[in-house]
């Protein structure tokens, strides 16, 4: 069971920028994936979730209507694409298996990918 997330880089505020989480194949048609985030010296929070199906999706308020995520089961990949970044969207990005906005209940984890926005 693995999870891989990149994509991540330096952007400009008011920038855009698509992370990527390749799913391993059996784990991606039995589980929801999420990505969550960590500042530095703060609490990873959740960002986004999508369900198996890619039929549901939630956001966390502070990114509503910036970012979307969506999946490719052809590539068993999830996307979260992110735009109109602030220097607040600074952190590292998880990918992780599971379902919800609560980090007790996804199971697995990528190893994350830094996005850092500079003003």
């Known amino acids: 069971v693995q999870l891989q997330a990149s994509g991540g880089g330096l952007v400009q505020a008011g920038g855009a920028l698509k992370l990527s989480c390749a799913v391993s194949?059996?784990?991606?048609?039995?589980?929801?994936t999420g990505w969550f985030r960590q500042a530095s010296g703060k609490e990873r929070e959740f960002v986004a979730v999508?369900?198996?199906?890619?039929?549901?999706?939630y956001y966390a308020d502070s990114v509503k209507g910036r970012f979307t995520i969506s999946r490719d089961s052809a590539k068993n990949t999830v996307y979260l694409g992110m735009n109109r970044l602030k220097p607040e969207d600074t952190a590292v990005y998880y990918c992780?298996?599971?379902?919800?906005?609560?980090?007790?209940?996804?199971?697995?984890w990528g190893q994350g990918t830094l996005v850092t926005v500079s003003s």
């Open positions: 194949g059996r784990m991606f048609s039995s589980y929801g």
């Open positions: 999508i369900s198996w199906s890619g039929g549901t999706t």
């Open positions: 992780a298996a599971g379902y919800g906005h609560r980090i007790s209940a996804y199971k697995y």
